[in-house]
Structure formats: C-alpha cells, structure tokens
C-alpha cells in the first residue's frame, strides 16, 4: 500500500514538474491558483463550528481511551481479557487524542475556524483510509467508528473543498 502511495505521489510530482501552462499568465494571474473556495453548509454544520465540534468528539473519545482502556482494548481489538502493554498504548493514544482535540479548539478559537476546517478535510479522510486498512487487515472491529469516520470525512471534505 505505502509502495503504491509514494508511486502515485511521485508520477503526481514529475507530472507537475514537467506540465506547461497552455496559455501565458502572469504571476498576478496564479496567485490564487491553490486558494480553495470551502465555507459551504450542511444544515447547521458548517465551516466554523465543525473544528469545535471535532474538537468535543476527539475529547470524549480520549476521555474513554484514558478512563476505559482496558474496556477499549477489548472493544476495538476484540481482545478477551485486556493486557498490560495494550492498555498502556490505549492511554497514550488517548492522551495525544486529547493534545490535538485541544490544539484544534484553540487554533479555532483564535479565528482560524476556516483553516482548520480544511485541515479537517484532509485528515478525515486520511483517518478513514487508515481505519479501511486495518479493518481489511482483521486488526479493527468497531462498525460504529467506520461510519463516523466515513461521516465526518465526507462533511470535513465537503465543507473544505467545495
């Protein structure tokens, strides 16, 4: 998989280095050639309370990585009986979840809401991807997870990019 990644990401690259511009512009003219439009609306969701809404979800999702571990080892690994070095991994998961869930608030908080939404609308998906993996790898169970995961990427992707 990662072999494929870096080839796609290597043709994208030499495609991008080799591509003429079939007509004559000049640098006034690109200057806004990677501006994304974003700021569209799902019902009340839109850019500028989603980042604080991720931001509660990753919260309550550290808070039971941190509070539960043993519970969320057997829950997402299928494991019967909980060891100790996966539940130590669990809490360390849980307490970067919350670094970044409060990195998030506070980037947002500070205006930025637009930014990290489009931040959102790539991680998301790229979170998905991951979950996709290991759930066809037999290393993730949780259904519940996948369809949030595929939920909040399709929003986060749709209110940053279109």
């Not at 043709?11 to 000049?26: D, G, L, N, R």
Request: a positive charge; hydrophobic letters at 50%; charged letters at 15%.
């Amino acid at each position: 998989m990662y072999k494929t990644i870096f080839f796609i990401a290597l043709i994208v690259a030499c495609s991008a280095k080799v591509h003429k511009p079939f007509a004559k512009t000049s640098k006034a003219d690109m200057s806004k050639v990677l501006a994304v439009r974003g700021g569209a609306n799902v019902g009340p969701i839109n850019s500028e309370n989603l980042p604080y809404i991720s931001a509660a979800m990753g919260v309550m999702y550290s808070m039971e990585m941190l509070l539960m571990s043993e519970d969320a080892t057997k829950k997402y690994l299928k494991e019967p009986v909980a060891n100790k070095f996966s539940a130590e991994m669990t809490k360390w998961f849980g307490l970067s979840l919350l670094q970044s869930s409060i990195m998030q608030y506070m980037v947002a908080k500070s205006g930025a809401s637009e930014a990290v939404t489009k931040a959102m609308g790539i991680v998301w998906p790229m979170g998905l991807a991951f979950v996709l993996w290991r759930k066809s790898e037999g290393m993730f169970h949780d259904q519940i997870a996948v369809g949030i995961n595929v939920a909040f990427s399709a929003v986060a992707a749709y209110l940053a990019f279109s």
